[in-house]
């Protein structure tokens, strides 16, 4: 199996398959709790990118991915994926920041 | 397969990782789908209907399935509480040890096994 050692690494590989084959690509996690153990796959049934650790700042790291494949699986392949926050900011709510709005 | 809405299968979510603590796994699967099939498909991309894709999340202990599919307007909300299911219960993962030198309160459920000395 290809397990890769750098996160980043991951990520950007998996992005890349995502977005070259989005209709056959799955993420797929597995959490053991007993061992401690969390493995993360992504794969397009012809190449596939493996990803494990027992480290929690780890989870943490896969949420970030989780948010980034959320937002490109629910809106297609081209969607803005904010990297850094995981949170969409273009045209999210605008409805939240504006002060004095409703008068 | 039991196909929920994403409430219910965020509940039944935690409680998989509630039931399986000791022994088990949980596996979780994101894939984008339109939940359409293919003929189906053709003929919209035919009539030039755009498609609509939604993610599809499904959930296994390896005896009981589920799923769920979620669209791009309920999808930020379902990370939310996603992200705070996961939170919750990956607990048995070691934290780093590097800039703690006095005390790593890692004494949680099953997280005695091998752990290395710290040098003094």
């Not at chain 1, 061992?35 to 990118?49: A, I, N, S």
């Not at chain 2, 796994?25 to 498609?51: D, H, I, Y």
Request: with cysteine.
């Amino acid at each position: 199996m290809v397990y890769i050692t750098s996160w980043d690494e991951f990520v950007e590989r998996s992005a890349q398959l995502f977005r070259a084959d989005p209709d056959s690509t799955r993420y797929v996690m597995k959490y053991r709790h007993c061992d401690g153990k969390l493995v993360l796959k992504v794969t397009d049934d012809k190449e596939c990118l493996k990803f494990k650790t027992d480290q929690a700042q780890d989870a943490k790291k896969m949420e970030k991915l989780n948010n980034i494949f959320f937002t490109l699986m629910s809106r297609g392949p081209d969607a803005d994926v904010s990297e850094v926050t995981g949170k969409e900011q273009t045209e999210a709510q605008p409805g939240k920041k504006g002060r004095g709005r409703k008068q | 397969m039991v196909l929920l809405q994403p409430d219910p299968f965020l509940n039944e979510l935690t409680s998989m990782f509630e039931h399986s603590t000791e022994k088990g796994t949980v596996w979780v699967t994101l894939k984008r789908s339109s939940l359409k099939s293919k003929v189906q498909r053709n003929k919209m991309a035919a009539a030039g209907e755009p498609l609509e894709y939604r993610c599809l999340i499904r959930a296994t202990n390896g005896k009981k399935t589920i799923s769920t599919s979620v669209g791009p307007k309920d999808h930020q909300r379902f990370q939310a509480s996603y992200a705070t299911i996961l939170k919750a219960h990956m607990t048995s993962l070691k934290k780093r040890e590097r800039k703690d030198k006095k005390k790593v309160a890692g004494a949680d459920k099953k997280e005695g096994g091998s752990k290395k000395p710290k040098r003094a």
